[in-house]
């Protein structure tokens, strides 16, 4: 089996995409199976099946756009 290059691509208002060989691994240091072969890891932190995105993201709202400046400040 070769080895591929791992890239992490982060996607506007979305997760985080992972290709390549790469080994996830939980708060106890345990091998986290992956289910695919690219990985969408959330970013938005209400995904039912953390660490994987499971599209919560859209229903949220969530944003990866710097806030707005205060019109005031």
Same mark, same amino acid.
Request: with cysteine; proline share 10%; aromatic share 6%.
């Given at each position: 089996?070769?080895? %591929?290059?791992? %890239?992490?691509?982060?996607?506007?208002?979305?997760?985080?995409?992972?290709?390549?060989?790469?080994?996830?691994?939980?708060?106890?240091?345990?091998?986290?199976?992956?289910?695919?072969?690219?990985?969408?890891?959330?970013?938005?932190?209400? !995904?039912?099946?953390?660490?994987?995105?499971?599209? %919560?993201?859209?229903?949220?709202?969530? %944003?990866? !756009?710097?806030?707005?400046?205060?019109?005031?400040?």
């Amino acid at each position: 089996m070769t080895r %591929t290059e791992t %890239t992490i691509t982060p996607y506007p208002d979305g997760p985080l995409i992972v290709r390549g060989d790469v080994v996830f691994r939980n708060e106890a240091g345990e091998e986290i199976r992956q289910p695919r072969r690219t990985a969408a890891l959330c970013r938005c932190g209400v !995904s039912a099946i953390k660490p994987w995105c499971d599209g %919560t993201h859209k229903l949220i709202g969530f %944003t990866t !756009s710097p806030a707005a400046p205060d019109a005031q400040g």
